[in-house]
Each structure stands twice: as structure tokens, then as C-alpha cells.
């Protein structure tokens, strides 16, 4: 019987060691992604005090049509880098949480670059 790699254990692997070379701070916070099937979220959270800045995502209720796609990822990283800046927040360290940089990872990257930070 052949058996197949979990890619989710795999991916969990990959950011618990990143998570340990990179941290957010009170004046560099981390933006951290989670990427589901049907959604995407993004957070900017100072590790230092353990609080979240900053959230946006899909699940919002003033979020429609499809959470899955590009345009959706690019709509959330705009979303929140105008919600950073409205907190004074202009540079951030990006944690990918394992993610491969590509598809609606990259898309909300470029979405945050577009609308203002700098990572």
C-alpha cells in the first residue's frame, strides 16, 4: 500500500522553523497569512505583547463573492494595509506560515505592497 505525505503536517513543519527565526515587533509587526480553501486571512500581530493589531479577511460579512480566488487575496492584502495605516503601521515582517510564495499568497502580498507597506 502506498501511503501519501501529509502536506499539511509538512506545511506546519515548515512554519514552526521559520516561526523561529522571525518576530514581530511593536515597531516592525509580523504579517502573518492563513490560507484555506474557500478563504484567505492576514493579521498583524506584535509578538512582543502578544496582540493582534490589525485582521482582515474573507470571513467578513462586507466581504462578497468568492474567498478563494486572486482577486480575493488582492482585496484582502489592500484591506489590510489601509487598516495599518489608519494605525500609523508602515513596515512588517511577512510570515507566509509555510505557504508556498505563490497564487493568493503572492496576491495578497502584492495587494499589502499596493496599498502601502513595506516588507
Do not use: W
Request: positive net charge.
Amino acid at each position: 500500500m502506498v501511503s501519501r505525505k501529509d502536506s499539511n503536517k509538512q506545511r506546519l513543519k515548515r512554519r514552526k522553523r521559520v516561526r523561529g527565526k522571525i518576530s514581530g515587533t511593536a515597531q516592525k509587526p509580523r504579517l502573518c497569512v492563513y490560507r484555506s480553501l474557500a478563504n484567505i486571512s492576514a493579521q498583524i500581530i506584535d509578538d512582543e505583547s502578544g496582540r493582534t493589531l490589525v485582521s482582515a479577511s474573507t470571513y467578513e460579512a462586507e466581504f462578497t463573492g468568492n474567498g478563494g480566488n486572486k482577486e480575493a487575496a488582492k482585496i484582502v492584502g489592500k484591506k489590510i494595509a489601509e487598516r495599518a495605516a489608519d494605525k500609523g503601521i508602515t513596515e512588517v515582517v511577512f510570515d507566509r506560515s509555510g505557504y508556498i510564495y505563490h497564487g493568493r499568497v503572492q496576491e495578497l502580498a502584492e495587494g499589502a505592497r499596493e496599498g502601502g507597506l513595506k516588507f
